[in-house]
């Protein structure tokens, strides 16, 4: 039965359409929205959830929205055990995580299996906001990529990257480095084939160092937050960038791959970066 469904059964002077119709799955955390009205049932609503997913053993409500320097999102345990800390499993790799400490978004999983597939035999592939290691990891298990390096600059999930990558044995293509990406990325000494940044918000400032970082017909995937039907303002950022760099560009592909409420999408921006003009 759908969680709408049942929760309208157990509360039923509640309007339906104000209760939650679903959550998002990460390890054994049940992460749920719940409208400020119905605060004083949270605890009863995720004494549900719990009833009747006998996996889920955290219920945790959203709290706010994603801020801060590290991208992170304030969430309220409001049923069963007292922590944010889990494992999940996805496209075949293993992710120790803390939803408190760093960002992650399990919605994502088939867009990391969506690039991963796009990743050339021996391609160099830079992942500028790399945060627990899911890009970085989901391409080391499922291309032939020569080089994978994930740079992040949140020590938390830096530290479970790295935790991460031991748990993920066989993976020994991938590297993860600590610190800013924009000072990161040119000390390494060369340039890569494929460079995505993949921060939820504000990845516009790391467009810079990410251009620099292709070498001539080098492939960008730029994340980015736009209103629905709507990509000109994120492609505007490419664009103005690249005039910074001194670069050209080929605008290749948009791809939808998620969506934050009815009206914002989240948009893949791929363009080919040329030389230096």
Known sequence: ????????ARF??????RLPGGFDRVGDIAVVSIVPELEPLATAIGAVILDAHPAVRVVARRDGQFGGAFRTRPLRIVA??????????????????????????????HERARIAALVR???????????VGPYPLVIGRHSRANEVIGVEMNPAAHAFALRNLAAN??????????????QVLP???????????VLPHGGESLLLPAIGG?????????????????????????ETACEQAGRGWRSTQVTVCGHCGPA????CLEATIGPET
């Open 80 to 109: 069963g055990e007292q922590r944010l800390t889990t494992v999940h499993r996805e496209n075949g790799i293993l992710l120790h995580l803390d939803l408190g400490q760093a960002y992650f978004s399990v919605r994502l999983a």
């Open 12 to 17: 039923l002077d509640v309007d339906p359409t």
């Open 187 to 197: 000390e390494l000494g060369h340039r890569f084939d494929r460079v995505l940044v």
């Open 214 to 238: 292709l070498r001539p017909g080098g492939i960008l995937h730029f994340y980015d937050m736009q209103a629905k039907g709507c990509h000109r303002a994120a492609l505007a950022k490419i």
């Open 121 to 131: 035999p021996d391609e160099r592939v830079a992942v500028l906001g790399s945060g």
């Open 1 to 8: 039965m759908r969680l709408r469904s049942m929760l309208a």
């Open 264 to 267: 914002l999408h989240r948009l």
């Open 169 to 182: 044995r066989g993976i020994r293509t991938v590297r993860f480095l600590a610190g800013d990406a924009g």
